[in-house]
């Protein structure tokens, strides 16, 4: 091997390492974006209940999860639930049929006259 073929394998090395680290940095980054963002929605939820249980701050963590323990388990609200359920689906569905009806693709997964050139 000559010198320039050892010096290449160096720099190619060099570089796979700083790709390695900079995967790691970015999947931190990610980390604590989605931690910040939990953080945030758990305080704002706690905020929530607080606003809407009158002397909400007087009661014990372990009143507050049985009182909402018990809540959700009537019937009313499951009802409320299994409707945000539903309009979530719908919202999700209907975004992706938009995405794929501006992508060019058909929902059958065919290309559209544009996409092959005839348009």
């Known amino acids: 091997m000559s010198r320039t073929t050892i010096e290449k394998i160096d720099s ?36 929530i209940l607080e606003s809407l249980i009158i002397g909400g701050d007087k009661f014990t963590n372990e009143q507050i999860k049985t009182f909402l323990e018990k809540t959700v388990q009537s019937e009313s609200a499951r009802k409320i639930l299994d409707g945000f359920i539903a309009q979530k689906d719908e919202t999700t569905m209907t975004k992706v049929s938009w995405e794929t009806k501006n992508s060019g693709i058909s929902t059958t997964g065919k290309a559209t006259a544009t996409e092959q050139g005839s348009g």
Do not use: P, V
């Open 12 to 47: 190619i090395k060099t570089q796979i390492q700083q790709l390695e680290n900079e995967r790691k940095r970015l999947l931190n980054q990610q980390k604590e974006a989605e931690r910040k963002a939990r953080t945030k929605r758990l305080i704002e939820r706690g905020a």
